[in-house]
C-alpha cells in the first residue's frame, strides 16, 4: 500500500509518517524541501515540489497513484482536485476557524460561542463577513465535492515540538529571565480548544484505520481536557520548579500577552469533540498536562534565539521595561477605584433553611 502525505515536517507529520509506516504502508512525502527534520526515516520518499497552486502540485505529483492521501499543508482545495482519480483514499486537514464568531463573535446572538461548538454549528458563508474563515469553510466542501469519502479534520491551535508559532516559549522564557510576574487578560479563564501534536495525529490516523466510519466526515479534534490560559501558566511554571504570578488587566490593555494567548479575544473556543470519540473512539495519546511538559522539555532542548525568527514569528517584543511601566500604571488605576466610595452588598443570607433546632423557626423567621 502507498500513502502519500502532503506536509510530514511539521509539528503533526512526524507522528503522520511513522504511523502510516507502522500499518505497513510505503510512504512519499510531498513538501517544499525547504527543511527536513531527523524524526522522518530514511525509507521515506521525499516528492519535492509546491503544494499551494494546481500546475505544480500536478507537474510534482504526474504519473502517481497511492492507495491513501493525507493532505496537511499547502492550498487543500487545489490538492484535493489534482487528486482525482489518483488516490484510493483522501484524509485532509484544516481549522477551526470556518465557524461563524471566530473572529468576530459579535456575529453571534447572544455574542461569542455557545459552548462547546460542535461541527454542525453555523460556518461562515460569505467573504463580506470574513474572508479568511470563508475560504477554510469553502475548502472544507471543495474536498468532500472531489472526494465524497474523504474524512476531514479541522484542527484547532497545536502545539507541541515544531510548532511555528510556540505560545509556550513567551511564558517560558519569562520564567527564565525571572520576571516577577505575567500578564494575563482577565485573569486568564479563557477556554480554547488546543491539541498537542501527537494526539491530533493520533485522531487523523483513527480515520486510515477506521475508513467506512469516517467516510464523508467533518471532525472537531483536539485535547479531551483543556486548561484556561492561567492554569497553562501554572503547569508550566510548576514544570520547572518555578512561580509566575498572573498579573491580571482587561483584554483592552493586556498587551504584552498578545502573542501567548490564542484567539482575537478572550469569549471561549471550546470545540465539541463527541462525534470524534463516538465514531472513531478517540482518546488523548497523552493528557493536557503531560502534554505541556513534554513541549517545555522539547523547547528547552531547542530554545529559539532571543531575538530571532521564532520570537518575530511570536511578535513578542520581551520589552520587561514597558511591560513594568504599564502594569505599575494599572496597579495605580485599581488603588484608585479601590479608594472610590461604594455601598457594597454585603454577605447575602443562605436562600434555604437551616433550623437549629426541632420546632425553632429559621433565619428569615418562618
Not at 482545495?77 to 481549522?95: D, N, P, Y
Not at 481536557?225 to 520548579?241: D, P, S
Not at 479575544?265 to 493528557?287: C, E, N
Not at 505541556?292 to 521595561?321: A, I
Request: glycine share 8%.
Amino acid at each position: 500500500m502507498k500513502a502519500l502525505v502532503v506536509g510530514g515536517t511539521g509539528p503533526t507529520g512526524p507522528y503522520l509518517v511513522n504511523g502510516l509506516l507502522a500499518r505497513g504502508y510505503e510512504v512519499a512525502i510531498f513538501h517544499r524541501g525547504t527543511h527536513e527534520i531527523p524524526e522522518i526515516p530514511p525509507e521515506v520518499e521525499h516528492i519535492h515540489g509546491d503544494p499551494h497552486f494546481l500546475e505544480t502540485i500536478e507537474e510534482s505529483l504526474a504519473g502517481r497513484t497511492f492507495d491513501l492521501a493525507v493532505v496537511t499543508y499547502g492550498r487543500v482545495r487545489f490538492l484535493a482536485q489534482a487528486l482525482v482519480g489518483k488516490v484510493g483514499r483522501f484524509v485532509s486537514v484544516g481549522g477551526v476557524a470556518s465557524y461563524r464568531g471566530y473572529f468576530e463573535p459579535g456575529a453571534l446572538v447572544p455574542e461569542g460561542f455557545q459552548c462547546p461548538v460542535a461541527e454542525t454549528d453555523p460556518l461562515v458563508d460569505s467573504e463580506a463577513e470574513h474572508r479568511f474563515s470563508y475560504l477554510i469553510a469553502q475548502t472544507e466542501q471543495t474536498v468532500l465535492e472531489y472526494h465524497p469519502e474523504a474524512a476531514h479534520f479541522r484542527y484547532p491551535y497545536v502545539y507541541g515540538p515544531r510548532q511555528l508559532i510556540p505560545r509556550e516559549w513567551s511564558i517560558i522564557r519569562r520564567i527564565l529571565d525571572k520576571r516577577p510576574y505575567i500578564v494575563l487578560p482577565d485573569a486568564g479563564l479563557t477556554l480554547t480548544t488546543h491539541g498537542y501534536v501527537a494526539n491530533l495525529a493520533h485522531a487523523v490516523l483513527l480515520a486510515v484505520d477506521k475508513p467506512s466510519a469516517s467516510a464523508g466526515e467533518i471532525y472537531n479534534c483536539g485535547d479531551e481536557n483543556q486548561l484556561t490560559m492561567h492554569q497553562v501558566v501554572e503547569v508550566i511554571a510548576n514544570k520547572m520548579g518555578a512561580s509566575l504570578p498572573v498579573e491580571s488587566m482587561p483584554w483592552d490593555i493586556a498587551h504584552p500577552a498578545r502573542p501567548y494567548t490564542t484567539g482575537p479575544s478572550t469569549h471561549h473556543r471550546v470545540l465539541d469533540l463527541s462525534k470524534l470519540k463516538t465514531q472513531l473512539g478517540y482518546r488523548d495519546v497523552h493528557s493536557s498536562i503531560d502534554s505541556l511538559g513534554l513541549t517545555v522539555d522539547w523547547l528547552l532542548e531547542n530554545r529559539p534565539v532571543p531575538g530571532g525568527d521564532v520570537e518575530g514569528r511570536l511578535q513578542d517584543s520581551f520589552d520587561y521595561t514597558a511591560e513594568d511601566r504599564l502594569v505599575s500604571a494599572w496597579r495605580g488605576c485599581l488603588e484608585t477605584m479601590r479608594a472610590m466610595p461604594f455601598d457594597a452588598v454585603g454577605e447575602r443570607p443562605h436562600p434555604y433553611a437551616h433550623p437549629k433546632k426541632p420546632g425553632e423557626k429559621d433565619h428569615r423567621n418562618r
